[in-house]
Nanobody, 119 residues
Framework: QVRLVESGGGSVQAGGSLRLSCAASGNIFRMSTMGWYRQAPGKQRDLVATITRDGYTNYVDPVKGRFTISRDNAQNTVYLQMNRLKPEDAAVYYC?????????????WGQGTLVTVSS
């Protein structure tokens, strides 16, 4: 069984920074691509960034140059460093673990952590 627990959300002013963490239990972390998604009120859940088990990263355009995703495989933890936050970054942020365990793709989600950004 896999459990993902996010932390680090909070309230900041525009231009500020936050660091989100996602701790994974279970033995799937090392084989998973980890990702951060976000969902603003009334909107769909959208991808923010991903990092493969080998450390390759991918970001959506709105956060490029401001957010950094990283992982610590020894600690089974993935991070999202968010700098120069904007009001439009406000959302519930969710951690995702995606693993290809043949013949299926397995997706696991955390409970979410709220980020609010005031202008």
């Amino acid at each position: 069984q896999v459990r993902l627990v996010e932390s680090g959300g909070g309230s900041v002013q525009a231009g500020g920074s936050l660091r989100l963490s996602c701790a994974a239990s279970g033995n799937i972390f090392r084989m998973s691509t980890m990702g951060w998604y976000r969902q603003a009120p009334g909107k769909q859940r959208d991808l923010v960034a991903t990092i493969t088990r080998d450390g390759y990263t991918n970001y959506v355009d709105p956060v490029k140059g401001r957010f950094t995703i990283s992982r610590d495989n020894a600690q089974n933890t993935v991070y999202l460093q968010m700098n120069r936050l904007k009001p439009e970054d406000a959302a519930v942020y969710y951690c995702n673990a995606r693993a290809l365990i043949m013949p299926a793709v397995w997706d696991y989600w955390g409970q979410g952590t709220l980020v609010t950004v005031s202008s």
